[in-house]
């Protein structure tokens, strides 16, 4: 790709990231455009989807947790990786707001241009939870599913302005949940929204 092609890419995704933080996963397509300052074709002939522009967008982000998950499995107790990638993952879940709904939707249809990375980030959260069942630290009637379905939940607790203050509570008490252990999450919630 041409050095031009990637800053007008690169410029785009920059730009879609903000409307999206701000407006969520719902944002006009339109609207990406002329914040960007370019026309709606030209947007499109890059992503010509909202779901290609929302899967070139967030890749970078499961590709940086799942990079976390393997780091966390050489760095870190079983049940401290685990909860620490939990944390990570639920935090990133709401700067998107909505994100959660494609990311579930995502895992179930093969066809969709975030399956695959919705998939990975799965696994590696999967893995996680069985290096800390196998160690005896986490329950062992909760899978990756499961796992996944949390991040959605509480990210979705994070979405609600009337819980929203409510969010790092809620964030130890399912960490705690999951664990064998319950005070290995202690006291540290999770990040809230800025």
Known sequence: MRADARKNREHLLAVAGAVIAEQGVDASMRDIARRADVGLATLLRHYPTREALLEALLRTSFDELTAKAGELE?????????????????????????????????????????????????????????????????????????????????????????????????????????????ESVGSAGMPSRG
Do not use: K
């Not at 696994?123 to 379905?149: I, P, Y």
């Not at 949390?150 to 203050?165: C, F, K, M, R």
């Open 74 to 182: 050489t760095s870190s107790s079983p049940a401290d990786a685990l909860v620490a990638w939990f944390r990570d993952c639920v935090a990133w879940t709401t700067e998107y707001r909505g994100v959660t709904v494609l990311m579930a939707a995502a895992i179930e249809d093969t066809e969709s241009a975030l399956h695959a990375s919705c998939v990975t980030l799965r696994t590696a959260g999967a893995r996680l939870l069985t290096r800390a069942q196998e160690a005896g630290a986490a329950r062992t009637d909760v899978d990756g599913t499961d796992l996944f379905a949390l991040v959605a939940a509480l990210a979705w607790l994070g979405d609600q302005p009337s819980l929203a203050p409510r969010a790092d509570h809620l964030f130890g008490l399912v960490a705690n949940a999951l664990l064998t252990d319950a």
